[in-house]
């Protein structure tokens, strides 16, 4: 089962001389590159005492995996560099958060166009000892079949491994947000607003996006 589209080689065409922009996409199966992402950081919250006590005092790697219909489509899954337990902190008191940075390049040996509509990616934080510090799983495709591009924020499920069956026990996605995703969603709004065929109002985007 393929998606319909696929926004890999997605090209904006926008003319002086209409009044509308063009989008043209790839049918999935024409794309015929590797998969690659960017593994970002991984933020953690502050425990009631104002410390970070669930992150353990070891350098930390992720493991990643792709998965169609809930089984795996590559045996080994791609490693991380590891990565020092505390790369920085944000907030103070119980919003203090502990920041660990990768900004890795990811490849897979598997091309856009095997995905399946259901595949998913599976990422799981492992310790220097080999235990699975929490995983996640990302649906790599939305509801109309297109490949989801861009910044991800995913929930990051502490206590195992990242699970990539089709009801999955660690899904990334919530439907409840804290502060910290308001933010990121507002950054993906202004992102999409910037990429995106909306009609400019140009003194009025100078005020939105002067705030």
């Known amino acids: 089962m393929k998606p319909s589209y696929s926004p890999r080689g997605r090209q904006k065409v926008n003319s002086k001389h209409a009044s509308h922009v063009e989008w043209r996409y790839h049918l999935s199966f024409s ?21 970070s006590s669930e992150l353990p005092e070891h350098d930390l790697r992720f493991s990643a995996q792709l998965f169609s219909q809930g089984e795996p489509l590559h045996k080994v899954p791609i490693s991380s560099s590891p990565c020092p337990r505390v790369d920085g902190k944000m907030g103070s008191g119980e919003g203090r958060q502990t920041v660990l940075s990768w ?16 595949s998913c990616l599976v990422l799981t934080a492992w310790t220097s000892s080999g235990a699975a510090l929490g995983g996640t799983a990302l649906r790599l495709f939305d509801d109309y079949g297109m490949l989801k591009s861009g910044r991800q924020r995913l929930v990051f499920v502490v206590g195992g491994e990242g699970d990539g ?25 202004r992102q999409a607003f910037e990429a995106g065929p909306d009609t400019r109002i140009k003194w009025l985007d100078r005020m939105l996006l002067s705030r």
């Open 31 to 51: 794309v015929d590159i590797d998969v690659t992402l960017v593994l970002s950081r991984l933020v953690f919250g502050a425990a009631a005492d104002g410390s």
């Open 103 to 118: 900004d890795e390049i990811l490849s897979f040996p598997v091309q856009y166009c095997d995905l399946a509509a259901n």
């Open 165 to 189: 069956q089709l009801n999955s026990s660690t899904p990334g996605e919530s439907s409840s947000l804290t502060d910290g995703d308001y933010l990121f969603q507002l950054a993906k709004a």
